[in-house]
């Protein structure tokens, strides 16, 4: 009786201490999404803001529009368009920051232990700097005059710069430079436990490199290999910068249409109704990850 008592006031001791940060929760991070939630069924202000009418029209902005004389209703294209260069570009940065990462990372777990500190070290160098001073780095490079087109014409390669700024290519660079230590560090993580004798194993059974590859060293670092592609999917989706700057205004990404609505284009439901579908994506590839790991790990 007395051992359930004070597993009682344990608990009780732990939902004590854990209230500051509940509190801060509820009020700083639940609280602006669901103003967000509420402004998104509301109906648009003359000029900005909103009125507090129930109203569904922001949410059929989201993929569909009527036409101002008739009012033929059709499919928004321009939003379908935004939607779907944000998740082209997402996978894209994902697969390219993999391809990326996955050397890096082996190369770093398989120093001797004294300078995987150093190389590590290197990797978070990056999140020293404002993203907004990286993006203006990677500016320097791709530009007409910049550093990729200079060097190509100084080696003969061209004959006059490559177009690459305000271009989704620019953009994908950018993005890619961004977001590489994200997927790096969690794969790094996951080959650093990883017994190498189980390639030692795969060799003696005669398998390829590529065998060794695809049926032992992936399936053990899968966990990493999802929680990397999470973590550079969701910001690559949501960007802002990135896309500003390298993109301009012809190649906005879904944050970039959502800042428009809320700023210029005054219409504050819509840019809600946008900011709860980013969300519900962000949710649906957490839920996801939540399983797959669950399923790889079904005793942790």
Do not use: C
């Not at 570009?89 to 391809?99: D, G, M, Y």
């Not at 907004?132 to 200079?150: D, K, P, Q, S």
């Not at 906005?252 to 219409?267: K, P, V, W």
């Amino acid at each position: 009786m007395s051992q359930r008592r004070r597993q009682r006031t344990k608990g009780a001791n732990g939902w004590l201490l854990s209230t500051p940060a509940l509190i801060l929760l509820v009020f700083a991070a639940s609280g602006p999404l669901l103003i967000v939630a509420i402004y998104s069924v509301l109906e648009k202000g003359d000029y900005s803001g909103v009125r507090w009418i129930l109203s569904g029209d922001g949410w059929f902005r989201v993929l569909f529009e009527r036409d101002i004389f008739d009012q033929t209703v059709s499919l928004a294209d321009a939003n379908l368009s935004i939607f779907w260069r944000s998740v082209k570009l997402s996978v894209a940065t994902t697969l390219i920051t993999f391809a990326l990462g996955l050397p890096t990372a082996w190369f770093i777990a398989t120093r001797p232990a004294k300078v995987r500190a150093f190389w590590l070290f290197l990797i978070t160098i990056p999140f020293w700097t404002n993203l907004l001073i990286r993006t203006f780095a990677i500016m320097e490079v791709v530009r007409n005059e910049g550093i990729l087109n200079t060097a190509l014409m100084n080696i003969g390669l061209i004959s006059e710069p490559i177009q690459i700024m305000y271009t989704d290519t620019a953009v994908l660079i950018g993005m890619a430079y961004v977001y590489l230590p994200l997927m790096v560090l969690p794969l790094y993580a996951a080959i650093d436990r990883f017994d190498f004798r189980l390639i030692e194993a795969g060799y003696d059974l005669y398998a390829s490199r590529w065998q060794v590859l695809r049926s032992v060293i992936l399936p053990i670092i899968k966990p990493g290999i999802i929680a990397g592609s999470i973590l550079v999917f969701i910001p690559s989706l949501g960007a802002y910068v990135t896309p500003r700057l390298l993109g301009g205004g012809k190649n906005m990404m879904i944050g970039n249409f959502i800042e428009l609505q809320f700023g210029q284009g005054q219409n504050w439901p819509l840019g809600a109704a946008l900011s709860t579908v980013l969300l519900l994506i962000v949710l649906v590839s957490l839920v996801v990850y939540t399983r797959v790991s669950s399923r790889d790990n079904p005793h942790g």
